[in-house]
């Protein structure tokens, strides 16, 4: 019978087992027998507050719009033949940010009202984002008609987005007017400071962008020696030549903190760094986890992207080069990203191992199975307890992480890190 290891105390790297290990820290981390209960979430309800309506200026452009020109009282695609280099389309693409409105109180959902002629294969987009008091922008939400964008917290000026898609054959559409309408629905949650360390972090593979020469989805020329990431959904676009929405990418040598200005890679709908119920698509993944991610390692959606390509590569993130070599990468690789603007609130993103791993509503192998883990992948856990002793494939562990994307307990053995009582997380 082989010995017992203490999963955690060292790193188990490609190997199956470790050597047997021995020590007071590993002990102490296996210390006690206490179950905890799932944490129960709370919320408040806020009365609807007295609507505010205005009418955008389509005609007041910048330097931060892409490709779009104002002509005969409406906004159009000024050249069809151009098209973000990453993504690939034959499509002219545009892009204008409008100018920000002031509203004289707080809100937190905005519909719209669309004057727009929009010929068949063509397409325009809304999206709305807003800025609090602390002068910290929300996340870009599309809204349509019927459909009000929800911010997460209450804004005092809110800004609109006009993205428009030409057809193939270089039609384009027309958008004549936008009125914006505002008002509060709910009570929405305080908004700590964003810094690195409340921040949202996930561990995911990057791949080199490249494409010097050509233009990112908010307008930015590619030159060599570039720093700007590109993440798989307009959620997070930055205005050209801002940082408002800003990752710090950590790989072998070194950390840089580079701005989000392109669209990619894979998808354009993935904001895989929001929790599960606030992702725009694939809401059944766990927070942290690509869906190229899935689809590649796991099968997910048919092993394909939203546009149905085959994945190739589990990319979650693409590197300008000067970005990509600044942190230490000499070919694809996988690096540690935290998304800057993201509130990472009490949990913290852990790699896991293994193949059908069980999620259980407490701490015990003999309590309900709540979930499963198809295979490895990346989880939020929030606390950890000491509960049933767990021996598997020679390695051993009390200690359980709970995840509050599934409602579950899975043991510690299953986070692929080298303790086995994680660090920087609080008992629950």
Excluded at 173 to 180: M, N, Q, S
Excluded at 205 to 228: C, K, M, Q, S, W
Aim: aromatic share 8%; proline share 7%; hydrophobic share 35%.
């Amino acid at each position: 019978m082989p010995t017992p290891h203490f999963r955690g105390c060292a790193t188990r790297g490609r190997s199956r087992l470790l050597p047997a290990l021995s020590g007071a820290t590993c002990l102490l981390a296996l210390a006690g027998t206490a179950l905890g209960t799932a944490p129960q979430a709370t919320a408040a309800a806020h009365a609807d507050t007295p609507p505010v309506s205005w009418r955008a200026d389509l005609s007041a452009l910048g330097h931060d719009d892409v490709n779009v020109r104002y002509g005969g009282g409406a906004l159009r695609v000024r050249d069809e033949s151009l098209s973000p280099a990453s993504l690939g389309r034959d499509r002219g693409y545009a892009s204008a940010v409008l100018p920000t409105h002031h509203t004289d109180r707080p809100v937190n959902r905005v519909s719209v009202d669309l004057d727009a002629k929009v010929p068949s294969g063509a397409s325009v987009t809304i999206d709305v984002r807003g800025r609090d008091a602390d002068g910290a922008w929300t996340e870009w939400r599309q809204a349509t008609a019927g459909t009000p964008a929800q911010l997460p917290q209450s804004v005092s000026d809110v800004q609109a987005r006009v993205t428009l898609w030409s057809t193939k054959a270089g039609a384009t559409p027309a958008v004549r007017g936008l009125t914006l309408t505002a008002d509060t629905t709910t009570n929405p949650t305080a908004r700590p400071a964003l810094t690195a360390a409340s921040a949202f972090s996930a561990r995911v593979y990057a791949t080199r962008e490249g494409l010097v020469g050509g233009t990112t989805a908010n307008g930015h020329v590619i030159a060599g020696n570039d720093h700007f990431v590109a993440l798989p959904s307009r959620r997070a676009l930055s205005p050209n030549g801002s940082g408002q929405y800003s990752v710090q990418v950590c790989g072998p040598a070194r950390c840089e903190t580079a701005p989000v200005w392109d669209v990619g890679p894979w998808n354009t709908h993935d904001d895989y760094w929001n929790p599960s119920s606030q992702r725009e698509q694939w809401k059944d993944l766990s927070r942290g986890l690509p869906e190229a991610q899935a689809a590649y390692q796991n099968g997910y959606n048919g092993g394909r992207d939203e546009f149905g390509r085959q994945v190739a590569n589990p990319a979650g993130i693409d590197l300008a080069d000067g970005t990509f070599y600044n942190v230490g990468l000499n070919d694809n690789g996988w690096v540690t990203v935290t998304y800057l603007w993201t509130d990472g609130g009490d949990t913290k993103s852990f790699p896991t191992w293994g193949t059908d791993v069980s999620i259980r509503a407490q701490a015990t192998t003999n309590s309900a199975r709540v979930a499963g883990l198809a295979g490895p992948t990346t989880v939020r856990v929030k606390c950890q307890v000491h509960g049933q002793l767990v021996n598997y494939d020679g390695y051993s562990n009390d200690a359980w992480s709970y995840l509050p994307d599934y409602g579950g307990y899975v043991s510690n053995i299953f986070i692929d890190v080298p303790d086995a009582w994680l660090p920087g997380v609080p008992n629950c």
